[in-house]
RNA sequence: GCCGGCGUAGCUCAGCGGCAGAGCAAGGGACUCAUAAGCCCUCGGCCGGUGGUUCGAUUCCACCCGUCGGCACCA
């Protein structure tokens, strides 16, 4: 299907803690990051996409002791669940990483190997309150009342280890030049002030491994050469974006692939992506990825997620009521990519009747009607029109073209709204022309023919348009209006006015069906 | 405390030096192809406050108030 000599395109989420099942919380990245994937194989790249499960850490041993089970089966239980949730939400995504795979330990280390090599890692004392039931050192903040935020009835005591480093400090100035010399690498941004002022502010070496404590349940990924140490969160965790691709064989995927595109993330992590990562990176020898994106966070009908609220819903839950599309839609329309928003089911439901329903289904509904009744479900040949027409095919034109550039700059809401401009104006264009009029005079017939194409062009063209955020429905505008599904490349070799040979419609009813509001 | 974001119509937000914008919500109207949908019109804002720069400020600057984040080994 690629064209092997393709532009390719690699973009990454952020992987998963998987202490619990995953939330909708979790799912605004997801979908982002999909709706990209999709936008770039639209366009005809050749798409890589990884996501993955960080599995290496304390927490999840005690998640899973915690659970009563045995921490292998507690992470393929967790593992099963954010796969079902991610394909639930149609995440397009060519590879899944699991902290704890092999491949993904060849790749670890081989990372760690090429920062050492090159002088970046060195041994040094960590020190931190140590809590042995965690097996987990805090910092003072974390602590409650001097006590263990988890175990309440440990005191933890202070204990120093020996243990590798990473010499972020020496990055500073490289850092510092490179995000002044690329503007896209942090986006939005409204970011890179921030980033900027932690520069500023003096960048600390961290520590990248952890000593195997006795009696303890060995996890995570050794240090290569020295087994009495794991490889400590940064060099295992970021290192899956590397795994996705098959790293470290270069002369496979890797070389093709890397450096990615584009690596979703939430604020909460900016730090590590825009600062460690990249100082790793080049540590290793590796070009940097292109741009990290990050989103903001999002409430629950007004309040923070968390599970003490007790206001967690799984994306599987909410799929299952309002359909995959829908809740994607929402998410990319109602929730602005770069900033905090609220998930409001009332919000949810009212974009999906004005907006899927009214607008949208209702546009194609009303074509495939009126073809049918007028024209024998035949979609009829036409002249270039008036004004008018020549005035929607622009909309259209802009549309296709402004859609293009917004979801590129990751201003997904925005490439929305340019493409319900097209869909407004589609409505706008039958009440202009009412070919329910024009079909009562024969010597009508050709303007309506010119009206029936010009309508079921621009629904087509919207609905192609709207194929990366709301995939398996603008299949089903396709299949209505006797067209086939939408495949690769069809942004550029089908994204312009007059680009597809029509057929018989096919009406299968309303597409998106009203939801009655009950309270 | 330090750094940063935000505060514009009932709601969600755009605009960021030159007569206040969109969508939704609310009210009215003409139509009927369509999911009682679509279309048209109307209502609606001392653009958080105070001072300053400017011929002119929602837009730039200062301060204040409110609000939300970040402040490092925590995903």
């Known amino acids: 299907m690629t064209d092997p000599g393709a532009k390719s395109f690699y973009i990454t989420t952020a992987i998963d803690y998987p202490n619990g099942a995953p939330h909708i919380g979790h799912s605004m990245e997801k979908v982002a990051a999909d709706v990209m994937a999709r ?15 960080d599995e290496n850490s304390q927490h999840i041993v005690t998640a899973a002791k915690t659970a009563g089970i045995e921490t292998g089966p507690f992470t393929d239980e967790m593992d099963r669940v954010f796969r079902a949730s991610w394909d639930a939400l149609q995440i ?29 890692i060195y041994k040094s004392t960590y020190a931190g309150w140590y809590c042995p039931n965690c097996n987990n050192y805090y910092t003072e903040d974390e602590l409650v009342d001097g006590r263990c935020p988890n175990h309440p009835s440990i005191t933890p005591e202070w204990l120093e280890e020996e243990n590798y480093f990473f010499a972020l400090s020496k990055y500073s100035d490289f850092l510092r030049d490179h995000i002044a010399a690329n503007p896209e690498f942090i986006t ?11 520069i500023e502010s003096g960048l600390r070496d961290f520590s990248v491994s952890r000593r195997v404590k006795p009696d303890t349940e060995p996890w995570g990924v050794p240090v290569p050469g020295d087994p009495e140490h794991v490889l400590y969160v940064w060099f295992d965790a970021l290192t899956t974006y590397l795994t996705g691709i098959g790293f470290p064989e270069d002369g496979g995927t890797s070389g093709r692939y890397w450096p990615a595109d584009s690596q979703v993330i939430g604020k909460d992590i900016l730090r590590f992506h825009t600062l460690y990562w ?16 990050i989103h903001g966070f999002m409430t629950l009908e007004g309040r923070r997620i968390s599970k003490t609220t007790g ?35 009332s919000k949810l ?3 999906y009747n004005d907006d899927l329903g009214n607008d949208l289904g209702n546009l194609l509904n009303r074509v495939v009607a009126m073809i049918g009744r007028y024209r024998g479900g035949v979609v009829p040949a036409a002249s270039d029109g008036e004004a008018i027409e020549a005035e929607l095919r622009e909309i259209a034109a802009n549309a296709h073209e402004r859609a293009a550039h917004h979801i590129d700059q990751w201003q997904l809401n925005e490439a929305l709204e ?9 409505n706008q264009y039958l009440e202009a022309r009412k070919p329910w009029t024009l079909a009562k005079n024969e010597a009508d017939a050709g303007l309506l023919d010119t009206t029936l194409y010009t309508a079921a062009e621009a629904t087509r063209l919207a609905g ?3 194929a990366p955020f709301i995939p398996g429905s603008a299949d089903k505008i396709m299949a209505q209006l006797g067209l086939d599904p939408i495949a690769d490349g069809d942004w550029t070799s089908k994204g312009t006015w007059g680009s597809a040979d029509f057929g018989t419609v096919d009406p299968a009813g309303p597409l998106f069906p009203r939801i009655e509001v009950t309270e």
């Open 188 to 198: 939005p941004s409204t970011w890179t002030a921030e980033v900027m002022g932690l």
């Open 418 to 426: 340019e493409i319900w401009q097209l869909v407004r104006r589609a």
């Open 349 to 351: 439901i009212r974009r």
């Open 278 to 293: 990249p100082a790793m990176l080049a540590s290793a020898g590796l070009p940097l990825p292109r741009r990290i994106a």
């Open 92 to 120: 397009s995504r060519s590879s899944w990483v699991r902290t704890t795979e092999p491949r993904h330990t060849v790749a670890s280390q081989e990372l760690f190997s090429r920062a050492l090599a090159n002088g970046d």
């Open 311 to 345: 206001n967690v819903i799984s994306p599987i839950e909410v799929v299952d009521e309002f359909g995959a599309d829908p809740v994607r839609y929402y998410l990319m329309r109602d929730l602005s990519f770069s900033s905090d928003g609220d998930f409001s089911r």
């Open 39 to 53: 936008f770039h194989r639209l366009l005809g790249d050749d798409v890589a996409f990884t996501m993955g499960l």
């Open 464 to 466: 192609l348009y709207l």
